[in-house]
């Protein structure tokens, strides 16, 4: 079974334990409504996971699944005025909802930093990279506008930009995709976060780059020993790099477990989903993608019961609970979490017999 | 850069000629297109009493007789190597570069119009400081704070202020500032004072405030539809992502980058009444260039006219020019480009 998984996988490598080991963010029950005039939209609704320093967990869906809200909650980004956010977040034991603006600004960029999917619009155009960076250093550390420069210039030359003193005094589009992700990153590692999160970091650059990318935000956690979100829709992404996996959709965790269990022993309907709809080079060209039918579900009427019921297509094996039920997170063993009403027996069944076959 | 530079100031001439050669076929080529003779052209500046061997003189005096290219060779000669005019009791002699004598007080006009630009100048730029400071500050709050009462009531005056006219908001305040409370000149004659500066304000107060109302109006909705674009930009997201006190993401970060089209506007908009307001310096009877080109078309005194025009040509195109260059200054993607 492992030989089989290893090579659609292209295997997440162990990664060496790290020092640290204590829980730094964690987030429970989270829920971010944003009320509309046409009813209340429920972007997260009751979600929780925890991570360590050193560790990354890596948040799948699709689109609208409320990835993105989920971390612009816990750098304190979401807009102010709408959301209704409760639950708490605990960022080294500091509960950042209820916490003051300006105590979640200074904790930003120092303690929590964030990287954006297209570098190009995350940077502002009119700044030199340079500048973009010592900025960021600056507001935290009182020093001076040379030691800042001396910071930047070492960080661009940490991310693997050449040149990095010529390059500090260049303008954002002068630089590649990749470079400019590059240099974002080194915006963000430039207070040395505890808490990194990566927004779909790679998902605007081209194929050849995000391997690369990838690689450095690995190589600079285990330097930083930072904790690490990746939020992805590219199951490829968080193989590369994940320890943990949490599959949303339509708000909630419906799958949670360390990356082994999750690509070896899925157990959600939507994973299956999720990793059916992944291209893969090992495959024979005849053979089709199994996408998932239907389309996300609007999360101001989300769907009765299991939100993902009128798209899956083993809601009838269990009596209609699914269309009645909301399914509970329910331990499955070592961790694994799943929110699923089918029996254990059934999902193995289905598993074994139906969907690993065709992967 | 230079190169550039270079470039776009030979444009510019060539631009002005283009501009001199249309205003001359309006003013002298078309009455004749509608069938007026060099004498119907001639009798506007000699008494009503004249004869017609009178008009006739005054005809060839004027060159008008002249085939038109032959004048307009004149006019630009004049330009760059002066002329002699015949102002009836002797030959006047007026250096390069030299716009004509009107035809009816045969007065050069270039000085004139040198006399007047200061009180132009005054009224511009007065006008242009409070305008941008005013419109600017109103549009971010309003942006910042959409929906609210500030921003609700300031796009309400907004809207006013871009309507009404000039000869109303100014006879309005004249009425008011000036005759009931007396608080301010009626008008000013010689506003230009620099032993002075207090009195010059004080004249100008008024024109400068009705001016800058009209165009702080349709900055303050500019600037706030910018803002409101900007604020909702991706590196708007990481600045306040770094941890950025929320002031420096509006002005640094928000700001910086709404302001460059409004940048563009204002560049046009000074250099159209640095050629003359016309409506605020009849309205306040300021001596300025936009009272001189009433006077001069209303008497249809055409060398007046043509240096009007190209005066506010020429302003227009350098701010035309500036604007370019700073907008380049602004953006490093034009620089480089």
Not at chain 1, 103 to 132: C, W
């Amino acid at each position: 079974m492992s030989s089989q998984t290893e090579d659609y996988l292209d295997a997440p490598e162990p990664r060496p334990e790290q020092v640290g080991g204590e829980t730094f963010l964690e987030v429970r029950d989270l829920k971010v409504h944003f009320p509309t005039d046409d009813g209340v939209v429920k972007s997260v609704d009751g979600l929780s996971f925890q991570l360590e320093r050193g560790k990354t967990l890596g948040i799948v869906g699709e689109s609208g699944s409320g990835k993105s809200v989920t971390s612009l909650s816990i750098m304190g980004l979401h807009k102010a005025g709408t959301a209704k956010v409760s639950g708490e977040i605990l960022l080294n034991g500091r509960n950042l909802i209820g916490a003051s603006r300006e105590e979640v600004r200074q904790l930003r960029g120092k303690n929590m930093a964030m990287i954006f999917q297209d570098p190009l619009s995350a940077m502002h155009p009119y700044y030199t990279v340079g500048h973009q960076i010592i900025e960021a250093y600056r507001i935290h550390h009182n020093v001076s506008k040379a030691v800042a420069r001396k910071h930047a210039i070492d960080m661009l030359d940490r991310v693997g930009i050449p040149n990095p003193k010529g390059r500090a005094d260049d303008y954002p589009h002068q630089f590649s995709g990749g470079m400019r992700q590059r240099a974002m990153i080194a915006m963000a590692l430039s207070c040395d976060p505890e808490l990194l999160i990566a927004d779909e970091p790679t998902t605007a650059l081209d194929v050849t780059v995000q391997a690369q990318i990838l690689d450095l935000i690995r190589d600079l956690q285990q330097e930083f020993n930072s904790a690490v979100i990746i939020i992805t829709h590219d199951l490829g992404v968080v193989a590369e790099l994940a320890d943990d996996i949490l599959v949303m959709y339509a708000g909630r965790c419906i799958e949670y477990g360390n990356a082994d269990d999750i690509f070896r022993e899925p157990q959600h309907p939507y994973t299956w989903g999720l990793l059916g709809s992944m291209p893969r080079l090992d495959r024979d060209r005849t053979d089709r993608l199994l996408p998932i039918k239907g389309t996300p579900p609007s999360l101001i009427n989300v769907p009765s019961g299991c939100p993902f019921h009128p798209r899956c297509s083993f809601s009838q094996l269990n009596g209609g609970s699914s269309e009645t039920e909301v399914p509970e997170l329910r331990d499955v063993g070592g961790g694994h979490q799943v929110a699923c009403h089918l029996s254990a027996d059934d999902r193995l069944r289905v598993w074994t017999t139906e969907i690993k076959p065709k992967l | 850069m230079v190169v550039y530079i270079f470039r776009r100031l030979i444009a510019a001439v060539l631009l002005l000629f283009v501009v001199t050669a249309i205003t001359f076929l309006i003013f002298f080529g078309v009455p004749r297109l509608g069938g007026a003779t060099a004498d119907d052209l001639a009798s506007r500046y000699v008494g009503k009493t004249a004869s017609g061997q009178q008009i006739h003189d005054t005809a060839e005096k004027l060159g008008f007789t002249d085939p038109l290219y032959e004048q307009y060779g004149r006019f630009v000669k004049g330009l760059f190597a002066g002329a002699d005019y015949d102002t009836g009791v002797s030959i006047d002699h007026c250096p390069a570069p030299c716009l004509g004598y009107s035809f009816i007080t045969h007065n050069p006009v270039l000085p004139d119009l040198l006399d007047r630009l200061p009180v132009t100048l005054s009224l511009a730029s007065g006008a242009a400081v409070l305008w941008l400071l005013g419109g600017v500050a109103t549009g971010v709050v309003s942006a910042l704070k959409r929906g609210s009462f500030f921003d609700r009531a300031s796009m309400s005056v907004a809207l006013a202020g871009v309507s009404l006219p000039i000869f109303f908001t100014g006879l309005l305040s004249l009425s008011i500032f000036s005759y009931a409370l007396e608080w301010t000149p009626p008008g000013g004659t010689n506003p230009v004072d620099a032993d002075n500066p207090f009195d010059w304000a004080a004249a100008l107060i008024l024109p400068w405030i009705t001016l800058a109302l009209l165009y702080a109006a349709q900055y303050a909705r500019l600037t706030r539809a910018g803002m409101l674009e900007t604020m909702e930009e991706d590196f708007i997201r990481t600045a306040r992502a770094k941890g950025l006190r929320e002031r420096t993401v509006v002005v640094k970060h928000g700001l910086r980058s709404a302001l460059t089209p409004i940048l563009t506007i204002f560049g046009l908009d000074l250099g159209l009444l640095l050629g003359g307001a016309i409506l605020t310096e009849t309205t306040y009877s300021l001596p300025g260039i936009g009272q001189y080109a009433v006077i001069a078309i209303t008497n249809q005194d055409l060398p007046k006219v043509l240096g009007v025009t190209l005066v506010g040509a020429i302003f227009i195109i350098l701010a035309n020019l500036v604007v370019d260059l700073l907008y380049a200054v602004v953006d490093p993607r034009v620089r480089n480009s």
